[in-house]
C-alpha cells in the first residue's frame, strides 16, 4: 500500500514540476521578460493550464499527508538508541573474538611471531 501511494506522489511531483516549467511567465520575475508568442498562449490555455496546476498540488499535497500516516501507522516504537534489538543475536557456533592486546602490546608482532622489542628511549 505505502509503496503504491509512493509511486503516485512521485508521479504527481514530476508532473507538477512539468506543468509549472510549460506555463507561460507573467513577466516581473527576477527581471526575466515573459515573452510573447509561446505555444500556450490565450486566456482559456492559462485558466486551464492552472487548474491543473491546483489540482496537481492538491493531490500531492493529499498523498503527502497520506503517507505520513501511513508511516506513523508502521513505526515500530522502537528507538535507535536502544540498540540491543538491532544486534544480531550471538551465536554459540561463533569463533571467539581475539584477546585485546594489553598495555604496552601494541606493537606488530615480527617476523618469527614473537612481539617486536618496543622501541629504546635514551
Known amino acids: 500500500m505505502e509503496n503504491v501511494i509512493l509511486v503516485i506522489h512521485l508521479i504527481l511531483a514530476l508532473s ?17 521578460g515573459g515573452g510573447g508568442g509561446g505555444a500556450m498562449t490565450g486566456r482559456q490555455a492559462a485558466t486551464a493550464m492552472t487548474k ?24 515500530s516504537g522502537t528507538s535507535v538508541l536502544d540498540g540491543d534489538e538491532l544486534l544480531p543475536p ?7 573474538a581475539p584477546p585485546a592486546p ?5 606493537l606488530p608482532p615480527s617476523a618469527d611471531g614473537a612481539p617486536a622489542a618496543p622501541p629504546r628511549s635514551e
Open 52 to 75: 491543473l496546476t491546483w489540482a496537481l498540488a492538491v493531490a500531492f499535497l493529499v498523498t503527502s499527508i497520506t503517507l505520513t500516516i501511513v508511516a506513523a501507522q508502521n513505526a
Open 90 to 96: 550471538a551465536t554459540e557456533d561463533a569463533a571467539p
Open 16 to 32: 507538477l514540476i512539468g506543468i509549472v516549467l510549460m506555463q507561460r511567465s507573467e513577466g516581473g520575475g527576477l527581471g526575466i
Open 102 to 106: 594489553a598495555g604496552d602490546d601494541l
